[in-house]
């Protein structure tokens, strides 16, 4: 199988480059960027540089390449309308989004028939709309994995607030109090960015994916007070807490949070019992394991 990953230099992409390479496939990466954070690590792979809403560099890429699969792991709706545009030249195209488009659920825990919700990530939303209207159009034998919030080495930890600041572990160090909405009662669902590279290179080998969503998240949630616990206990420490309203938050960190900490609030508990029975996929790592890692990745990016 001939595999193309677009975005192959970055966290996820190079995941998703190493997984199918390691399945066996004959796999390409194409980036804007050759020099980028995690080009090093899919070196051995072919690499193909430019971007991928110049129509004319892509149409190259596909008439030449003959690829079965056409991986995005960033996609974009000007990408989508040149990957259906040539889908003559490729069999099917699987992305990566995001279970926030269902945000806020309005059950627990949220499957693939849930509908798009209010708050749904606009990026996110906006690409599953225009790969699922090329794919009912029958231009683009097209499907979408829906991962959890993504954590393992390579970027740093989801924080108390919302975001991904680069003091959230040096905070839990150093032994300072940790903010968080209403106690940290809203649930969170972490998956591990290599389990997530693994599920794309198995609905590469499953073509009745085309058409479907599929969640990829961990086997189970946890409290965000109980994901900021787990952070500390991995580093051997305690994390003590300031419970504040929301308002309260955004006064003391800014308004910049305000997007991200919208989102934690919400309970995120989701349902991969399709990827599971379709792809068979199953997360490799627990929650507390992917929590561990990060954090360990944290504190070296810390102490450099």
Not at 63 to 92: Q, T
Not at 105 to 122: L, M, R, S, T, V
Not at 197 to 205: E, N, P, V
């Amino acid at each position: 199988m001939k595999v193309l990953v677009i975005g192959g230099t970055g966290w996820v992409g190079h995941h998703m480059a190493l997984a199918c390479s390691r399945a066996g496939y004959d796999t390409t990466v194409m980036c804007r960027n050759p020099h980028a954070n995690f080009a090093g690590e899919v070196a051995f792979l072919p690499m193909i540089s430019g971007s991928k809403t110049d129509r004319d560099f892509m149409h190259d890429v596909l008439a030449a390449g003959n690829y079965d699969v056409v991986m995005d792991s960033i996609p974009h709706p000007d990408a989508i309308a040149l990957l259906a545009e040539f889908h003559e030249f490729y069999d099917r195209y699987i992305q990566c989004g995001s279970v926030g488009v269902y945000a806020p659920p309005q059950y627990f825990p949220a499957d693939e028939a849930h509908p798009y919700g209010p708050k749904a990530f606009k990026g996110k939303l906006e690409a599953d709309l225009a790969m699922f209207a090329a794919n009912e159009a029958g231009i683009l034998r097209g499907s979408v994995l829906r991962p959890c919030c993504i954590a393992g080495a390579g970027k740093l930890p989801l924080d108390n607030i919302g975001g991904r600041r680069e003091d959230f572990i040096p905070d839990i160090l150093d032994g300072r109090p940790l903010d968080i909405l209403d106690n940290g009662n809203a649930l969170l669902q972490i998956v591990h960015v290599r389990d997530l590279g693994r599920a794309f290179a198995l609905a590469a080998a499953v073509p009745a994916s085309v058409g479907k969503a599929y969640n990829i998240c961990g086997k189970y949630s946890v409290t965000v007070r109980r994901y900021c616990e787990l952070n500390a206990q991995a580093l051997g420490k305690e994390a003590e807490f300031v419970s504040c309203s929301f308002e309260e938050l955004i006064a003391r960190h800014g308004e910049s949070i305000r997007g991200g900490l919208s989102f934690l609030a919400e309970h995120m508990c989701f349902d991969s019992s399709r990827a599971a029975a379709e792809l068979n996929w199953i997360p490799e790592y627990s929650p507390e394991a992917a929590i561990a890692e990060t954090a360990y990745f944290a504190k070296k990016e810390a102490s450099r």
